[in-house]
């Protein structure tokens, strides 16, 4: 089962920094986008940043443009630098997986899946 585990939330004040983290396992290999997504109280989930997954390409919304840093660290972790954090950032941080999984066996067998994962959620608060 894949899963995705992020980790590095937290409380900083106005102008701070934060990186999160996210580990991906559960799978042998993988071919996917992956994101970060946020949910601010009574707001949608919105798009945050994407990367690709040789790491080449990255997407990221306006409002984080020039702030943010989406990494790929290595071939299951995936970070976001954030950095001049404002109060209006503060949600909650979701990881994203979407794309193929590849799953092998002992047998040399391989599987693969088209899957969209996401994860648990961590806290990021921007406040004085």
């Known amino acids: 089962q894949v899963q995705l585990v992020e980790s590095g939330g937290g409380s900083v004040q106005p102008g701070g920094s934060l990186r999160l983290s996210c580990a991906a396992s559960?799978?042998?290999?993988?071919?996917?986008?992956m994101g970060w997504y946020r949910q601010a109280p009574g707001k949608e989930r919105e798009l945050v940043a994407t990367?690709?997954?040789?790491?080449?390409?990255t997407n990221y919304a306006d409002s984080v443009k020039g702030r943010f840093t989406i990494s790929r660290d290595d071939a299951d972790t995936v970070s976001l630098e954030m950095n001049s954090l404002k109060p209006e950032d503060t949600a909650v941080y979701y990881c994203?997986?979407?794309?193929?999984?590849?799953?092998?066996?002992?047998?040399?067998?391989?599987?693969?899946?088209?899957?969209?994962?996401w994860g648990q959620g961590t806290q990021v608060t921007v406040s004085s």
């Open positions: 559960g799978f042998t290999s993988s071919n996917t986008v």
């Open positions: 994203n997986g979407e794309g193929v999984f590849y799953f092998g066996d002992a047998g040399g067998a391989v599987r693969w899946k088209q899957l969209e994962v």
């Open positions: 990367i690709s997954s040789t790491g080449g390409k």
